[in-house]
Nanobody, 121 residues
C-alpha cells in the first residue's frame, strides 16, 4: 500500500509560478515511476509529467503543453516528486494529482487526493 500527500496548490495570477509536492510512504519507491496528471473542470484526466526510473537514474517525460513551462523532479530517496510550474496560464487551472504506478504481477496505480491549482487572468 502506498499513501501520498500532495501540497503546493493554490491561486496564482497568470504568469506566476507554483511548486507542487507529492510525498509518498508505505514502501520503497526508489525504483518506481512517479508523476502527475491533471483534470480540468468538464474535461477528462490527462497526463502532465512523469519521472521514470532507469538503471542510469531518473528520466522525465512531459505532455507537450508542459514541456516548456513545467519541470518535474525527484528527491534522492525516491519517495517524493515535485512539479515546478512557471509562466502559468488560466488554462492550467485544474486539480493536479500525483500517481505512483507500481509494477508487478498485478500492477497497481496509486493516486493522491489531488491539489487544486487556479490561475486567474
Amino acid at each position: 500500500q502506498v499513501q501520498m500527500v500532495e501540497s503546493g496548490g493554490g491561486v496564482v495570477q497568470a504568469g506566476g509560478s507554483l511548486r507542487l509536492s507529492c510525498v509518498a510512504s508505505g514502501r520503497t519507491l526508489v525504483n518506481v515511476d512517479m508523476g502527475w496528471y491533471r483534470q480540468a473542470p468538464g474535461k477528462e484526466r490527462e497526463f502532465v509529467a512523469m519521472t521514470r526510473w532507469t538503471w542510469r537514474g531518473y528520466t522525465s517525460d512531459y505532455d507537450d503543453f508542459a514541456k516548456d513551462r513545467f519541470t518535474i523532479s525527484r528527491d534522492n530517496a525516491g519517495n517524493a516528486t515535485y512539479l515546478d510550474m512557471n509562466s502559468l496560464k488560466p488554462e492550467h487551472t485544474a486539480i493536479y494529482c500525483c500517481i505512483v504506478p507500481v509494477p508487478g504481477p498485478v500492477p497497481v496505480d496509486y493516486w493522491g487526493q489531488g491539489t487544486q491549482v487556479t490561475v486567474s487572468s
